[in-house]
């Protein structure tokens, strides 16, 4: 499975905006506020803070709110003003913030886990928070009642989640590296399908409604894009991070994908690029793309004197650079 992308990175370099200095322990979540110049955050360092830009260009938090455990995710739905945050011991808090964002107040507390959450979305149309853990399962909770309505549990670590918010099926990524479609209901669940194609447990899912696309970055490396809406099965392997990718984000308006990587790794995806579908995966010895043998047919490498050579293709994001070393095209 593989696409190929001709174009070379560009001289351009992302251009750093401002820098929020503060939490004692890693980010685990940072929201944009729209319409604000603001961010909120959750951090390892128990913290959840909310952060407005000042006359002096400089961000200061105007809200400061300490939890009993780790925050591991967050949500937030700004027509509304709540925020749901996930927590190392399992458990999701539900607060309501004030229209100046200088106040945020509790509103209740979700069991929805037995272990670390690892993902959030909120559905104001059901009044449903959804959510995948560490217990190996996703859940999804009435916000109204606070009662828990149906759990689905997986093989391993639930480690992502997306929802389609019209039909109601959840996307959900886990350490074995498979991909789950769930159609959820107000009691229940139905699984539509499973999605296999990484080597590595899946870090990040991203769905995009309008094209219903839907890409994941995985431990492996790589990042997929699924043809949902497509009916005809049709993917595409992006290759070009060095590390665990773990941060997806596309932009409908310019057809982006935004990657990073733990080695602090940021690239840009031109989607509108020409590309080479991935082949239809077969069984066999053998590159459906170049026919040399793979490297466990040590009878036909040998036989035909490619022992030892390694097929590489030539994968390039349009815009690549380090947080550590800024600009480094691949």
Same mark, same amino acid.
């Given at each position: 499975?593989?696409?190929?992308?001709?174009?070379?990175?560009?001289?351009?370099?992302?251009?750093?905006?401002?820098?929020?200095?503060?939490?004692?322990? $890693?980010?685990? $979540?940072?929201?944009?506020?729209? *319409?604000?110049?603001?961010?909120?955050?959750?951090?390892?360092?128990?913290?959840?803070?909310?952060?407005?830009?000042?006359?002096? !260009?400089?961000?200061?938090?105007?809200?400061?709110?300490?939890?009993?455990?780790?925050?591991?995710?967050?949500?937030?739905?700004?027509?509304?003003?709540?925020?749901?945050?996930?927590?190392?011991?399992?458990?999701?808090?539900?607060?309501?913030?004030?229209?100046?964002?200088?106040?945020?107040?509790?509103?209740?507390?979700?069991? $929805?886990?037995?272990?670390?959450?690892?993902?959030?979305?909120?559905?104001?149309?059901?009044?449903?928070?959804?959510?995948?853990? =560490?217990?190996?399962?996703?859940?999804?909770?009435?916000?109204?009642?606070?009662?828990?309505?149906?759990? =689905?549990?997986?093989?391993?670590?639930?480690?992502?989640? /997306?929802?389609?918010?019209?039909?109601?099926?959840?996307?959900?990524?886990?350490?074995?590296?498979?991909?789950?479609?769930? *159609?959820?209901?107000?009691?229940?669940?139905?699984?539509?399908?499973?999605?296999?194609?990484?080597?590595?447990?899946?870090?990040?899912?991203?769905?995009?409604?309008?094209?219903?696309?839907?890409?994941?970055?995985?431990?492996?490396?790589?990042?997929?894009?699924?043809?949902?809406?497509?009916?005809?099965?049709?993917?595409?392997?992006?290759?070009?991070?060095?590390?665990?990718?773990?941060?997806?984000?596309?932009? /409908?308006?310019?057809? /982006?994908?935004?990657?990073?990587?733990?080695? !602090?790794?940021? $690239?840009?995806?031109?989607?509108?690029?020409?590309?080479?579908?991935?082949?239809?995966?077969?069984?066999?010895?053998?590159?459906?793309?170049?026919?040399?043998?793979?490297?466990?047919?040590?009878?036909?490498?040998?036989?035909?004197?490619?022992?030892?050579?390694?097929?590489?293709?030539?994968?390039?994001?349009?815009?690549?650079?380090?947080?550590?070393?800024?600009?480094?095209? =691949?």
């Amino acid at each position: 499975m593989a696409a190929e992308i001709h174009s070379r990175p560009q001289s351009s370099r992302p251009v750093l905006l401002s820098k929020i200095e503060g939490h004692q322990d $890693a980010v685990t $979540a940072a929201l944009l506020i729209p *319409k604000e110049d603001g961010v909120i955050t959750a951090s390892e360092d128990r913290t959840i803070r909310v952060w407005l830009k000042r006359d002096s !260009g400089q961000y200061w938090p105007s809200i400061y709110h300490t939890m009993a455990s780790p925050c591991s995710a967050m949500a937030y739905h700004h027509d509304s003003r709540r925020i749901f945050v996930g927590q190392d011991n399992g458990a999701v808090m539900e607060f309501h913030v004030s229209e100046d964002f200088n106040k945020m107040n509790f509103i209740k507390t979700y069991p $929805a886990h037995q272990n670390r959450v690892s993902a959030i979305i909120f559905s104001l149309a059901t009044e449903w928070v959804i959510s995948t853990g =560490h217990d190996k399962c996703v859940s999804w909770m009435c916000t109204r009642s606070g009662n828990m309505l149906g759990r =689905h549990f997986f093989t391993s670590w639930a480690s992502c989640l /997306q929802y389609d918010f019209d039909t109601q099926y959840a996307f959900v990524g886990d350490y074995s590296g498979q991909i789950t479609l769930l *159609k959820l209901e107000q009691n229940t669940c139905s699984v539509i399908t499973t999605l296999k194609g990484h080597e590595g447990s899946v870090a990040c899912l991203w769905w995009d409604p309008i094209q219903r696309l839907l890409f994941s970055g995985a431990s492996d490396n790589s990042i997929i894009m699924w043809d949902i809406g497509g009916r005809k099965g049709r993917t595409l392997l992006l290759q070009g991070h060095h590390d665990k990718v773990q941060s997806l984000c596309y932009l /409908q308006l310019t057809r /982006q994908l935004v990657s990073c990587s733990s080695d !602090g790794g940021i $690239a840009v995806w031109n989607m509108d690029v020409s590309r080479e579908e991935a082949p239809q995966w077969l069984e066999s010895d053998s590159c459906q793309k170049c026919e040399q043998p793979f490297f466990w047919n040590i009878k036909q490498m040998w036989d035909t004197k490619t022992l030892g050579l390694r097929q590489i293709w030539d994968m390039t994001p349009v815009v690549g650079c380090s947080l550590a070393t800024g600009f480094s095209p =691949h």
